[in-house]
């Protein structure tokens, strides 16, 4: 999965890049020891923002985005995904 965080401008909503990070998500617990994902089945992942100091201009808001791939950087899985964020803490 990938999950992006950008900053989106008023009235026009475009959207800069700020920060991404990347996990496949059956590498959730260990590279070296991959698991596979269940469908239906609740599982805890970190994904970690690549660091960068950032000020949100006044007006704008964050918006953080998860998604299966970010293509060509990341390339989607071979198999149809749905994502369901059952929760969420930014640190």
């Known amino acids: 999965s990938t999950t992006r965080a950008n900053t ?3 009235g026009t909503s475009a959207s800069e890049l700020i920060s991404y990070g990347v996990l496949n998500l059956t590498h959730r617990n260990s590279h070296e020891f991959p698991e596979a994902l269940v469908p239906g089945e609740t599982v805890f ?5 690549d660091q960068c100091g950032y000020r949100v201009p006044p007006g704008h808001h964050l918006r953080v985005a998860v998604s299966n791939a970010y293509w060509p950087a990341i390339w989607p899985s071979p198999e149809p ?4 964020l059952s929760a969420a803490t930014l640190r």
Do not use: D, H, Q, Y
Request: avoid cysteine.
């Open 45 to 49: 992942a970190r994904v970690v923002l």
């Open 81 to 84: 995904v749905r994502l369901t």
């Open 8 to 10: 989106v401008s008023p």
